[in-house]
């Protein structure tokens, strides 16, 4: 990783405790690297509007029409803060993407005054088509890889019991339940191997909800209803 700013100091500044003072290294902020050293101006007022977003976001001195979002310390956080920011003052949703693709006052610019709201509008999020297999996420391939080497792992299963008191609906609950999974698409979520490789496939529909076994000791002295539910 390069710094995108390098700040010479005599002597790093201490604390009363003789530890480096980080509020105050915060607040020493060089210029950012330019090597050409080259600053092009706003064109007009509305370059200018969305130059001083920028600077103020990026807490720096000046913004040019050409200097890049990453190159003045920009991040993801910050690029969300600015388009967040954008968007309260142009009155339209900024969407992240152009911030991050574009990079520079001078691009998105251009990129508002061809699209403008309509073509902000005209980004929405692309859902992905469920009936053919999806790439599995870094945290379902680990568990993936994990199964492959440990069969039958319980490291990740999480049992709970829960003691419910007085009458129970048997079919409200199952009912829940199925919304449950029918509302959470991760409830759904099969992890298969193809081709030694992992990737997701969904249950499109539970069925009937949810088909636990049931079972009932409703007859059993007091003494083996505490028994067999310590048990599970």
Same mark, same amino acid.
């Given at each position: 990783?390069?710094?995108? %700013?390098?700040?010479? +100091?005599? $002597?790093?500044?201490?604390?009363?405790? =003789?530890?480096?003072?980080?509020? !105050?290294?915060?607040?020493?902020?060089?210029?950012? @690297?330019?090597? !050409?050293?080259?600053?092009?101006?706003?064109?007009?007022?509305?370059?200018?509007?969305?130059?001083?977003?920028?600077?103020?976001?990026?807490?720096?001195? %000046?913004?040019?029409?050409?200097?890049?979002?990453?190159? +003045?310390?920009?991040?993801?956080?910050?690029?969300?803060?600015?388009?967040?920011?954008?968007?309260?003052?142009?009155?339209?949703?900024?969407?992240? %993407?152009?911030?991050?693709?574009?990079?520079?006052? &001078?691009?998105?610019?251009?990129?508002?005054?061809?699209?403008?709201?309509? =073509? $902000?509008?005209?980004?929405?999020?692309?859902?992905?088509?469920? $009936?053919?297999? +999806?790439?599995?996420?870094?945290?379902?391939?680990?568990?993936?890889?994990?199964?492959? #080497?440990?069969?039958?792992?319980?490291?990740?299963?999480?049992? &709970?019991?829960?003691? +419910?008191?007085?009458?129970?609906? !048997?079919?409200?609950?199952?009912? &829940?339940?199925?919304?449950?999974? #029918?509302?959470?698409? $991760?409830?759904?979520?099969?992890?298969?191997?193809?081709?030694?490789?992992?990737?997701?496939?969904?249950? %499109?529909?539970?069925? @009937?909800?949810? #088909?636990?076994?049931?079972?009932?000791?409703?007859?059993?002295?007091?003494?083996?209803? /505490? /028994?067999? @539910?310590?048990?599970?």
């Amino acid at each position: 990783m390069v710094p995108s %700013r390098i700040v010479w +100091l005599d $002597a790093l500044p201490l604390t009363a405790n =003789g530890k480096v003072d980080r509020a !105050a290294l915060a607040e020493m902020r060089g210029p950012a @690297s330019d090597p !050409a050293g080259e600053h092009e101006v706003p064109r007009d007022a509305f370059e200018a509007r969305l130059a001083q977003v920028w600077a103020e976001v990026l807490a720096v001195g %000046r913004v040019g029409m050409q200097d890049h979002f990453l190159e +003045l310390g920009g991040h993801s956080l910050l690029a969300l803060s600015l388009a967040a920011r954008l968007s309260r003052e142009l009155g339209f949703e900024v969407p992240l %993407r152009w911030v991050l693709e574009l990079g520079t006052v &001078a691009a998105l610019a251009e990129r508002i005054r061809t699209l403008g709201r309509e =073509g $902000a509008a005209e980004e929405p999020f692309e859902t992905a088509d469920r $009936a053919q297999p +999806l790439p599995a996420s870094f945290g379902q391939q680990r568990l993936w890889w994990l199964q492959q #080497t440990l069969p039958e792992p319980a490291t990740y299963n999480v049992p &709970a019991v829960f003691r +419910l008191h007085g009458a129970v609906d !048997a079919d409200r609950l199952r009912a &829940a339940l199925h919304g449950l999974q #029918t509302r959470h698409e $991760a409830l759904r979520t099969l992890l298969v191997s193809r081709a030694g490789d992992c990737s997701r496939r969904w249950w %499109r529909r539970i069925g @009937s909800g949810w #088909t636990g076994g049931r079972w009932t000791c409703g007859t059993c002295p007091t003494t083996d209803r /505490r /028994r067999w @539910s310590s048990r599970c």
